[in-house]
């Protein structure tokens, strides 16, 4: 297993119970320069104190199980604006945030759809689109990312 698998295994228990959901794990570079990112969010979004606490919890895990070998920076963070979303649970995660997606229409072209999530299922994601209703399959979107509300 990956060292971002192991990292992984012991961030998801941790998350859940703050009530976060894991998003990704990174290892960067090597020696005492080692970064360990955790990005994490959650419905509604995440504070800088859910961070804060997770970091917390998270660096007596790591450093009970060891799987890091050497320094390490510890760095828990929600995504940015420019993470993508490519699935049901992260769409979900962002309902009520406006979002910027990019749809292939099928013929080399390609839409771009700037909205509010209103919804997501197993197949699609809905957007509120200058109060139209979009529902826009998952095979259709090129690249879907929050964007900044003005």
Do not use: N
Not at 8 to 29: F, H, I, Q, W, Y
Not at 54 to 69: G, I
Not at 96 to 113: F, H, I, K, P
Not at 117 to 122: L, S
């Amino acid at each position: 297993m990956t060292l971002e698998g192991r990292i992984r295994e012991l961030a998801e228990p941790v998350a859940r119970e703050a009530s976060l959901d894991l998003v990704d794990v990174e290892v960067k570079g090597g020696g005492a320069q080692r970064l360990v990112r955790v990005t994490v969010d959650r419905k509604g979004g995440v504070t800088i104190e859910a961070c804060q606490e997770l970091s917390r919890r998270l660096s007596v895990a790591l450093d009970e199980q060891d799987p890091v070998e050497g320094g390490y920076k510890l760095e828990v963070t929600s995504p940015g604006t420019d993470h993508p979303l490519q699935d049901r649970e992260a769409f979900e995660r962002v309902e009520g945030r406006a979002v910027l997606v990019q749809r292939d229409e099928g013929d080399g072209r390609v839409q771009q759809l700037r909205g509010t999530v209103t919804g997501a299922d197993d197949s699609a994601v809905v957007l509120d689109v200058d109060g139209r209703s979009i529902r826009v399959p998952y095979a259709e979107i090129v690249k879907a990312t929050q964007t900044l509300p003005w």
